[in-house]
């Protein structure tokens, strides 16, 4: 089909070494929603707003596009499309409970969980523009 990334029709098995950097980018996210309260500087609370807002939907829209790309090299994207955008959902949302319990001096926020559903969206319109891949 054309505007497919494999366009061959071709089955391919997985490759691992595509799922490098999303595992890379999903660990890097893990450990910076572990940050302590106590180490996040303190500016002003609208700027801080503002700034953890739009770092939030820049690590899931990196997060989610390297996913895409991963899945389009392997020849999988068709397949798997949907898992991985509900996957990468899930995970947001597992992020910011855990802030909440477990993660000392954090707060759960619908305001971050928001902001990482749209950095999905956006990863994943991110990866039809550079592939040109509408599928």
Not at 18 to 43: E, R
Not at 95 to 103: D, T
Request: hydrophobic share 50%; glycine share 12%.
């Amino acid at each position: 089909m054309r505007g497919d990334l494999n366009d061959t029709g071709i089955e391919r098995e997985f490759q691992w070494r595509h799922s490098v950097v999303p595992l890379f980018w999903g660990l890097l996210i893990l450990g910076l929603h572990a940050v302590p309260g106590k180490d996040l500087s303190k500016a002003t609370w609208l700027w801080e707003m503002q700034l953890d807002k739009l770092l939030h939907l820049l690590m899931f829209m990196l997060l989610s596009s390297s996913v895409f790309i991963a899945l389009g090299k392997s020849g999988s994207i068709r397949k798997y499309k949907w898992f991985a955008l509900s996957a990468l959902l899930i995970y947001g949302c597992c992020l910011e409970v855990a802030q909440g319990i477990w993660f000392e001096g954090r707060t759960t926020s619908f305001g971050d969980f928001l902001a990482d559903g749209l950095g999905v969206g956006a990863g994943r319109l991110l990866f039809r523009w550079i592939y040109r891949c509408w599928n």
